[in-house]
Every structure is written in C-alpha cells, then in structure tokens.
C-alpha cells in the first residue's frame, strides 16, 4: 500500500535558525497536505498543495510541492518558540480516499 | 471555518467498560468522516472510514466489533470502544473531510482504561 516517509524524526534548533522537514510518497499524490499538532492538541491543518511544482508561503513557513508530485518540504525560516510542535505531511491518492500520514517531524527551539 | 467537535476529551473508565466517543461537524456537512488512533509520541493511524448511511470501512487489524462505527446523519459519527482493555488506552481522534478535501479535525478523546 502507500506509504508516506517523513525526516527527520526529531530536530532541535535554537531560536532564529531555519527547520525543513521532508516528505516523501511511495506513489504519485494528487494532493499533499501538511498539519502542525502542538503537544497535547489535535492536528491542525496548515496547507494543501495540488500541482506539481507547486510553491506556497504563509508568512515564515515554506511549502513545496515535488515535480514528480511524490514528495514535498515544509520549510521553516527563523524558526521560533512558538512554532514548537510535530508537523506531519500527509498524502492522498485522489480526493475522497483517507490521507496517509508521515511519522511527523517533533520540532523543538531553544530560546 | 470548518469545526468539528469531539465530545467528551477525557475518559478514565474500569476495565470492561464500553466507551463511546461523538464527532460532530458543527457548521458542515461530513459525508466521509474518519477515525484515527494516535499513540504517544507517534503518528495518526487510520482505524476507520465511517461513511453516512453505510457501514464503515475498517483498516487491516482493526476488529470491527471491537471498534464500532455509526455514521447516522451528515454531522455525526460515533465510535464506540466495546468491552475496553488496558491495551485500549489511547488519544482517539476523529476528523471530518471538508468540501476542499482536507481533514478538519476535532480535538480528540483520551481514553484511559484502569
């Protein structure tokens, strides 16, 4: 069946630098979704991206969509304390199918 | 926005006990609702499909007399844990597909059998 990798598993970084977390697909997406899930919450949805190539900002949070249309990358610039949380990607194969998630990203900063 | 409303947020219960747990999409229509099973520190697994007016679809290795389903009307979606186990503890959460096709999800149940 699909399956949807996810890494790094964990990340620390001090407060100010960048993150990324990388995702990628067994099989070709038609659409990939990213949700962030603060410790102790539900996950929360942040983005879809649906074309391939497809780049997507919201503020200091990058998001990519591969050519390919089997991975993607959520990039985070100048990171801080309240982005702390696991950030999951999840892929779908057509639009009423379940999302698979990746194993998420639990991102920690250092003040 | 899409809300959806996962009623209640905790459960301690004895072993034996059967739980039941509510999702209900407040300002949409859900025909397609899902439920998922999320151990600490790891990623949501897919339990089930709950379809309204049909039976649910159940993911591979889950019991689905154990696990049961009702998907009554547009906004509401049961899960109910039978005869529960230590074994069963877990954060269960629900989430409703919205017309864009993402997931809006409620904000899940901690269930904690003694």
């Known amino acids: 069946g699909q399956q949807v990798m996810q890494i790094p598993q964990y990340q620390h970084v001090q407060e100010g630098e960048d993150f990324t977390t990388y995702c990628n697909s067994s099989t070709t997406l038609s659409n990939i979704q990213w949700y962030k899930q603060r410790p102790g919450g539900h996950p929360v949805f942040l983005i879809q991206l649906v074309k391939s190539g497809e780049v997507k900002k919201q503020k200091r949070l990058t998001f990519q969509f591969g050519e390919a249309k089997k991975n993607s990358s959520l990039h985070i610039t100048a990171t801080q304390t309240t982005d702390v949380g696991t950030y999951f990607c999840a892929g779908s194969n057509s639009g009423n199918t379940p999302l698979v998630f990746g194993k998420g990203t639990r991102l920690s900063v250092i003040a | 926005g899409a809300v959806v409303s996962q009623h209640p947020s905790r459960v301690i219960c004895k072993s034996g006990t059967s739980v039941k747990i509510e999702c209900r999409s407040l300002?949409?229509?859900?025909?397609?609702m899902f439920w998922y099973r999320q151990f600490p520190k790891q990623s949501l697994m897919l339990m089930a499909t709950?379809?309204?007016?049909?039976?649910?679809?159940?993911e591979q290795g889950v019991e689905k007399d154990k696990f049961l389903i009702n998907h009554a009307s547009l906004t509401l979606s049961t899960l109910t844990v039978t005869s529960a186990h230590p074994e069963d503890s877990s954060f269960y959460i629900c989430?409703?597909?919205?017309?864009?096709?993402?997931?809006?999800f409620g904000d899940g149940t901690r269930l904690s059998i003694l």
């Open positions: 989430s409703a597909l919205g017309q864009g096709a993402e997931e809006h």
């Open positions: 300002d949409f229509q859900a025909t397609t």
């Open positions: 709950s379809n309204e007016g049909s039976k649910a679809t159940y």
